[in-house]
């Protein structure tokens, strides 16, 4: 069965300093990964997302995610941190059917500190 | 354009009272999807639906039942509400793709 591990619960950097947050997927084809991001008490908004192609895929807010295939990993970068960007990240995988249905990690806490 | 709208935003109800969760889209597309939200377990898959008239089990579907009656509105129905039901609830649409479009969410409190 498909699945998502983010192995960080909660991480916390200082603000300008770069961030990497990790995600493992299991699929046992080329998976479609997202990236969300949850800010506090809002819905989710796509960070961005992986179909094919070129394995480091840009998004919104300057963030970006690398696909690694040999690692079953796509792990969520940025290169420094503002303090707008604490929230909660949500990694996900696209389900492997017709019902384009998402199966989400249990997610990072993102704390930023001044 | 309103995008995914959900009401209530925060609703405390008593054990085995029943509510209806309202989700609407302006966004004319054909999936939608109910997930529940509880702290550290990420979100899970309650009920989706692929088009008017048709909807499906996710993941945790027990305590709730669906309609889809036209492309707009999927409201989710909890009958005899429990102390687990406590959760936050997101209402997601997708113009058959994977890309889902949230809600704001509806936190429900079960006493």
């Known amino acids: 069965a498909q699945s998502v591990t983010q192995p960080d619960i909660h991480i916390t950097v200082s603000e300008g300093a770069s961030l990497e947050l990790r995600c493992n997927y299991s699929?046992?084809?080329?998976?479609?990964l997202f990236w969300y991001v949850q800010s506090p008490g809002q819905g989710l908004q796509l960070l961005l997302k992986y179909f094919s192609g070129d394995t480091l895929v840009q998004g919104i807010k300057g963030f970006e995610a690398e696909f690694k295939r040999s690692q079953s990993s796509f792990n969520l970068r940025k290169p420094s941190v503002h303090w707008s960007d604490a929230a909660e990240y949500f990694c996900a995988v696209g389900a492997a059917d017709s019902s384009y249905k998402l199966i989400f990690g249990s997610g990072t806490r993102l704390l930023v500190r001044p | 354009n309103a995008g995914v709208t959900q009401t209530p935003k925060f609703r405390i109800l008593k054990i085995g009272q029943s509510m209806t969760l309202q989700c609407t889209q302006d966004m004319n597309h054909n999936y939608m999807y109910w997930y529940r939200q509880d702290p550290g377990m990420g979100l899970k898959l309650i009920y989706y639906s692929v088009g008017a008239g048709i909807t499906d089990k996710g993941e945790v579907p027990n305590g709730y039942n669906v309609s889809r009656s036209t492309t707009e509105d999927f409201p989710l129905r909890l009958e005899l509400a429990a102390p687990s039901q406590t959760s936050v609830y997101f209402c997601a649409s997708s113009p058959s793709s994977y890309e889902q479009y949230f809600g704001p969410g509806t936190r429900l409190t079960v006493t």
């Open positions: 699929y046992g084809a080329t998976p479609y």
